[in-house]
């Protein structure tokens, strides 16, 4: 038995357990979602002999599967993403050991400028961008050559490759032929930008190792030691306290001068000159 979730969890997860489930803002559905681009009675999901289909009634925004419009009756599977103006509805079987979507789901590309512009694509295997209708991603741009580029995973990683374009690929304003693209990086194929969306754990695990790294300074950028003669009195003391203080023992401290020598003396001179004053005399 399948699940519905909202991804933005506006609303609690249902059970599809009902024959017949309508969608849409009016109130009369078994599944009211008030939101932008959901008309009154947007669409049906119905469950025959254990399988799930999902059928559009006739709305202006159109209902998405997967980021593929239907046309018709469509069949859900657990994985699905099912796409109402704006609200994403994921489908799930949780009696089976599946990975979350948000895993499934590692790299998009979102249009920042151009055709569909706000809209976000999942990249999944190897899509072709270019003005064919033969392209997983086809843009009108006349700029753009029929087969303009093509995006691919490579052991998780997502490339992009120029299809000998007439105008070229973009990736932070360089040109390139081919190159490896990280989430942040804008893409330009003639009026059209796109961003790269994908995930930043590798990112972030090489950060944490680095920052739990032992850190390693070479011998030859440590400060050099002073020389034994060079080193002021002060910070020889500061290193040996005990020798410090029996060099203060033996060392005699000086004495002021006596003042009795400087008295005789002029003593001396007094009884001199009265001696001589009386010879004159």
Not at 213 to 219: E, G
């Amino acid at each position: 038995m399948l699940k519905l979730h909202f991804k933005d969890g506006r609303q609690a997860p249902i059970w599809l357990v009902e024959e017949r489930i309508a969608l849409g803002s009016d109130r009369r559905n078994q599944l009211v979602i008030e939101a932008s681009g959901v008309g009154a009675f947007h669409a049906e999901l119905r469950q025959e002999h254990g399988h799930y289909f999902v059928s559009d009634c006739g709305s202006e925004s159109g209902t998405f599967v997967n980021d593929e419009r239907i046309a018709g009756r469509y069949q859900l599977r657990a994985g699905d993403c099912l796409r109402l103006g704006e609200v994403e509805l994921l489908l799930s079987d949780p009696g089976k050991a599946q990975p979350r979507a948000e895993a499934a789901q590692r790299w998009f590309l979102q249009v920042l400028q151009g055709e569909h512009e706000g809209r976000k694509f999942h990249v999944a295997g190897s899509m072709t961008f270019g003005r064919s209708v033969k392209c997983e991603l086809c843009f009108g741009d006349a700029q753009l050559s029929r087969r303009h580029c093509e995006f691919y995973l490579k052991d998780e990683v997502l490339q992009v490759k120029d299809l000998a374009s007439a105008n070229g690929v973009f990736v932070n304003g360089e040109k390139v032929a081919a190159a490896l693209l990280k989430p942040g990086d804008q893409l330009r194929m003639g009026s059209v930008t796109l961003l790269v969306i994908g995930p930043r754990v590798e990112a972030e695990q090489v950060a944490e190792e680095n920052e739990d790294a032992t850190q390693f300074v070479r011998a030859v950028d440590l400060p050099k030691p002073l020389a034994k003669a060079s080193r002021p009195a002060a910070a020889q003391a500061a290193l040996n306290p005990l020798h410090a203080a029996a060099r203060a023992q033996a060392t005699p401290t000086p004495q002021p001068p006596s003042r009795v020598l400087p008295m005789l003396l002029g003593l001396m001179l007094l009884a001199a000159l009265g001696g001589l004053a009386a010879w004159l005399l």
